[in-house]
């Protein structure tokens, strides 16, 4: 028993290190890095950047097809006039707003009309979901949409509709619904849903869910019964996350991604599935964020190496520019890869999940583990100790280094 | 013997027993009386909403209810031993050690289990009255790690009050803390779903903590 006690001891005190003290390296060296804001000009066809330098002084300038600065830089007024759909108001204020641009007649209303922000955080995906969900009346007597007052879920088989007030199943909506999911081949489990719960909005486009073979369909109750499509696509597209949008201009459905991390805008008119041309983006690692005007669209994809923008047209949505960067170590972070062997974190910025996670191994603290296995070698044999525990310690500093080496000295028994 | 053991370890405990156990209800039903204030005041869609689109169990108050009642009902069972020095009058009774430690330790689990079952029965009967149980579900998933770190935190405790001399305390302790943050590292609900195996078998393991304390006091490790 005294052995068993021994080990759990020190498994536990490499366990705890193994947290606390890059967490702690972490509070003491803290590194941030803030992304450069950009923009594609309509005027002279550039990607603009605005970017505050480590000298804290904003930098803005252009970048060419390839994704190179240019010479020369802007100051904030020239900014202005370059990007008339982000800063039309300072335009407006300056009476230098122009009647068109690029051929295209453009105005204050235009631009707030044509204008949305969409925004996907792995974090919304990576989490265990209720399965009951919230279904909105699309079509409501009195105009102005209104809170859910149903909740639908998934049982046998069938959907079943439940009324929030009475806690009791609605027998003749749940047959209709349940009929339609059969009628359309919508295949249980369900895989992925996105759905905008929220009477602030200008109108209610229920749900978009893919189905366990990775098709997709849009769903929504409209005076009470079922609306239901799936949506054409290629056999080779297999739907694994959808976003539903429901913008003011009333274009866009949604936007989609695949198996292979191909993404794609789901079109209103004809439920037409568009790929778009930015990469291969991992929304349950990438955050997403799109920027959409008049003009175009600026696609930034943010992972954990690095951020890349993409600029797409408004209406084709071919590939205008594009720009990357990526994230580089700090002297601290550099330094830590010789300290730890490597890093045990229980939860993330990507997910709301709790689990141990075993990441950043460095074979650089094989270096600090060597020579904390022979201190720790010498220590013990003026302690005394047997051969065997001797030699099992030694080994497991020099797997865990100084996570195992800190229980080990102090842990005297 | 063992009956007269578990009387032993049931008259050191039952007044904290009784005390958590009076603080496990009236947290719960406090809980529950803010969810029934909430359908009054606003209807029980409104509660629904907040759950589903807010995330909120409407249960948070509970927490570190576990944790505490944990901490309590181990130094009331494992102090007096200790301080009292009754520690070497029960380990030389005419009972194996190993045995009698395990019964110390389950009266003390066992009670704990009581409270917990009470008071997430209060909660789970309520919560089924009002919501389907798919919620429900996820309502006590959210709840069974904040259980767990009561069992923990008991378990630590008493393989700290056992121990014979202070530096081992404070490594138990130190220890004890880090693993109990684990448990409240993430708020979302239903986060610890995936690690309840690991939970749960570590929970056993720490039983282990005490042995080690009892066999180290008897060899004479002591202040």
């Known amino acids: 028993m005294k052995k068993a006690y021994n080990i759990l001891l020190i498994a536990l005190g490499i366990v705890v290190l193994s947290w606390f003290l890059p967490w702690l390296y972490s509070i003491v060296f803290p590194t941030a890095a803030s992304d450069p804001f950009v923009a594609y000009s309509p005027v002279n066809d550039r990607m603009i950047v605005s970017e505050t330098g480590d000298d804290k002084n904003l930098a803005i300038y252009s970048l060419d097809a390839d994704g190179n600065r240019e010479d020369g830089s802007y100051t904030k007024e020239q900014r202005d006039s370059l990007l008339p759909q982000i800063y039309y108001t300072q335009l407006m204020a300056r009476e230098a707003l122009p009647d068109t641009i690029a051929g295209i007649e453009v105005g204050v209303a235009a631009f707030k009309h044509s204008q949305w922000v969409f925004s996907a955080l792995p974090r919304d995906i990576n989490k265990v979901m209720p399965e009951v969900y919230l279904m909105m009346e699309s079509m409501p007597a009195r105009i102005d949409l209104e809170d859910p007052k149903e909740v639908f879920r998934f049982r046998d088989g069938k959907v079943e509709f439940i009324d929030m007030e009475t806690n009791a199943v609605i027998e003749g909506r749940s047959k209709r619904f349940t009929d339609i999911f059969n009628e359309r081949g919508f295949a249980l489990p369900m895989r992925a849903y996105s759905a905008n719960i929220t009477s602030r909005k200008p109108y209610d486009e229920g749900y978009l869910m893919v189905d366990a073979n990775g098709d997709l369909y849009h769903t929504k109750m409209q005076a009470g019964r079922p609306y239901m499509m799936k949506v054409n696509k290629p056999d080779s597209v297999n739907v694994a996350h959808v976003y539903i949008m429901e913008n003011i201009d009333n274009r866009h459905l949604g936007i989609v991604s695949d198996e292979n991390h191909n993404l794609y805008v789901l079109e209103r008119a004809g439920y037409r599935l568009i790929p778009l041309p930015v990469g291969k983006v991992d929304p349950e690692k990438e955050k997403i964020s799109i920027v959409k005007n008049i003009f175009n669209w600026v696609v930034k994809v943010t992972g954990p190496e690095g951020v890349r923008w993409t600029a797409l047209d408004s209406d084709d949505y071919h590939r205008l520019a594009s720009y990357s960067k990526t994230y580089t170590e700090s002297a601290s972070q550099k330094a830590a890869t010789y300290i730890f062997p490597y890093e045990l974190s229980f939860t993330s910025v990507s997910d709301c999940y709790a689990s141990p996670r075993f990441e950043y191994f460095s074979w650089h603290a094989i270096f600090l583990n060597v020579v904390l296995a022979v201190i720790l070698f010498v220590v013990y044999r003026r302690r005394g100790r047997v051969a065997p525990c001797i030699a099992a310690c030694s080994v497991i500093t020099l797997i865990f280094g100084i996570f195992a080496f800190i229980p080990l000295i102090i842990v005297k028994n | ?223």
């Open chain 2, 1 to 223: 013997m063992e009956k007269a053991l578990i009387f032993k370890e049931w008259v050191k405990t039952r007044m904290v027993f009784f005390i958590s156990l009076a603080l496990a209800v009236c947290v719960a039903l406090y809980a529950v009386l803010m969810m029934k204030r909430l359908i009054e005041l606003k209807g029980v869609d409104h509660l629904w909403l907040i759950m589903l689109l807010k995330d909120n169990s409407f249960i948070d108050i509970i927490k570190y209810v576990p944790l505490v009642i944990g901490l309590a009902l181990g130094v009331a069972q494992m102090a007096p031993e200790m301080a009292q020095k009754r520690l070497k009058l029960t380990l030389h009774l005419p009972y194996p050690q190993g045995k009698l430690v395990g019964l110390m330790l389950l009266t003390g689990l066992v009670e704990l289990l009581v409270i917990f079952v009470i008071q997430a029965l209060i909660i789970g009967i309520y919560d089924a009255s009002v919501l389907p149980s798919e919620l429900v579900w996820r309502v006590m998933l959210t709840t069974l790690p904040w259980y767990f770190a009561g069992f923990t935190a008991y378990l630590f405790v008493t393989s700290i009050c056992l121990e014979g001399t202070w530096a081992r305390r404070v490594i138990l302790a130190l220890l004890g803390i880090a693993v109990l943050m684990i448990f409240f590292l993430q708020p979302a609900l239903e986060a610890y779903n995936g690690m309840m195996l690991i939970i749960l078998i570590t929970t056993l393991l720490l039983t282990i903590l005490s042995f080690g304390s009892i066999a180290r006091f008897k060899e004479g490790r002591q202040d």
